[in-house]
């Protein structure tokens, strides 16, 4: 966890909870900055620049935010790119890194006028023969590194569907020759979670032996995978050891071959992870033969991360921070087994307090669904210590509004 100053106070939580009603996504904008500068600092020495990936979190106050740091952004949608240009990024800003998109929408992309990432060899040989060397694009190579912290968010191994194989590459260069395609930039992306520094650095002589086949180059992508600590001495990537190493060989590689490439990262989890909490409400204390159960306003319909994968969420009690400590589980409202946490050691709960949830910035709010037919918790941004909403709670008119209901 990050120190007590980076962290927005639980009495402060709970007035906003209040005043703003549960379940609730609270998002600390500083604390996205304190992120995006610990890359910056970590990376000075070589030209490297950071492109938000913002399936994470698209709230578009967000995206702004982000955008007036100054860093790009990454996206895999065309809508994810409409987003980005609606909240002011410039188009040379935003990359797009779709996967199995067909044509259209990557000729979409391109009207845009943003960067480009192919992953896969039939659209390649489209693009190229449809455009040649008018568009530059980059291309998603797949380094066949198994990295990462669940096999679900893991996408560089054999089996992956993401990016063209690194053995495909003479059938790369053929299409490229075939079709002047100009590629100017190699991306990679291994998957979520990467604690190990020594993976990014064999990452990058792939890309670094990959290189040699690619005269116009510019950039190098490695994607993310930055871990942050979920808990209490939890191993997060080392970014400093990180930026050090990869400076090293980055200038290294570029001064040898006089090729003055940038060296590009797509942080997701690392900017917006740890600047999110997700405050819930305990409706019941359920105690059973066998455990004392939590039953709280929300459900995997609004945070699916522990059910997805297993995925770690420090809880407290904010109601009662000082209570006797016992052990709980912590399930939500939905007629599905939706565990958050088990056999949690958390202050005393009683009916009505309020829990939070840490680590909620990250794939929280943006993979909750109307399950049960119940409503979306709303979004609230704190910047200069003061709570705004941006994003109302659904009401029941939400549920309904795209439903055509027949005569
Ligand atoms: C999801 C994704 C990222 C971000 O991953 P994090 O683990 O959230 O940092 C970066 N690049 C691409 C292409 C992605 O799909």
Redesign the pocket.
């Known amino acids: 966890m990050s120190k007590q100053s980076d962290v927005l106070a639980t009495d402060f939580l709970v007035k906003i909870a209040e005043e703003f009603g549960t379940p609730v996504y609270i998002y600390h904008a500083e604390k996205i900055k304190t992120q995006y500068e610990k890359l910056q600092k970590a990376f000075h020495k070589s030209d490297t620049r950071f492109f938000y ?1 913002c ?2 979190l698209t709230n578009i106050n967000i995206l702004k935010y982000i955008n007036s740091l100054g860093c790009g952004l ?1 996206t ?1 949608s065309i809508q994810e790119v409409q987003l980005g240009l609606k909240a002011g990024f410039d188009p040379k800003n935003i990359i797009f ?1 779709p ?1 199995c998109v067909d044509l259209q929408e990557i000729i979409a992309a391109k009207d845009l006028g943003v960067i480009i ?1 192919i992953d896969n060899i039939s659209i390649l040989e489209q693009f190229g023969n449809q455009f040649g060397d008018s568009y530059p694009i980059s291309i ?1 190579l797949n380094p066949h590194i198994m990295a990462g912290g669940n096999f679900k ?1 893991s ?1 560089g191994h054999v089996d992956s569907k ?1 990016g063209i194989s690194i053995h495909q590459m003479r059938h790369i260069e053929r299409i490229v020759k075939s079709t002047k395609l100009k590629v100017t930039g190699l ?1 990679m ?1 291994t ?3 990467i604690k190990d520094v020594d993976v990014f650095l064999r990452g990058v002589e792939i890309m670094f032996e990959m290189a040699a086949n690619f005269p116009d180059l510019q950039s190098i992508d490695l ?5 942050v600590a979920y808990q209490l001495g939890d191993p997060e990537t080392d970014i400093d050891l990180l930026g050090k190493k990869l400076t090293e060989a980055f200038n290294k590689f570029c001064t040898k071959n006089e090729r003055p490439l940038q060296l590009w990262f ?6 917006v ?1 740890q600047c999110g909490y997700f405050v819930v409400k305990a409706n019941v204390i359920k105690q059973t033969t066998a455990t004392v159960f939590v039953g709280v306003n929300s459900g995997f319909n609004h945070l699916i991360r522990p059910m997805f994968y297993d995925a770690f969420h420090l809880i407290r009690n904010i109601s009662n921070p000082k209570g006797t400590e016992r052990i709980y589980t912590v399930v939500g409202n939905i007629c599905e087994t939706d565990t958050f946490g088990w056999d949690r050691k958390i202050n005393e709960v009683r009916e009505g307090d309020f829990l939070v949830f840490y680590n909620a910035g ?2 929280g709010f943006e993979m909750s669904s109307n399950f049960n037919s119940r409503l979306k918790p709303a979004e609230v941004l704190v910047k200069d210590g003061k709570p705004q909403l941006i994003r109302r709670r659904d009401v029941l008119e939400d549920l309904l509004k795209n439903q055509i209901e027949l005569a």
Do not use: C, M, Q, W
Request: zero cysteines; glycine letters at 12%.
């Open positions: 990936a399936k994470a990454d895999v890194t996967n990432n998603r968010i996408t993401f991306h992306h998957g979520s979670e994607g993310s995978g930055f871990k797509e942080p997701g989890k690392f900017l992870s990250a794939y």
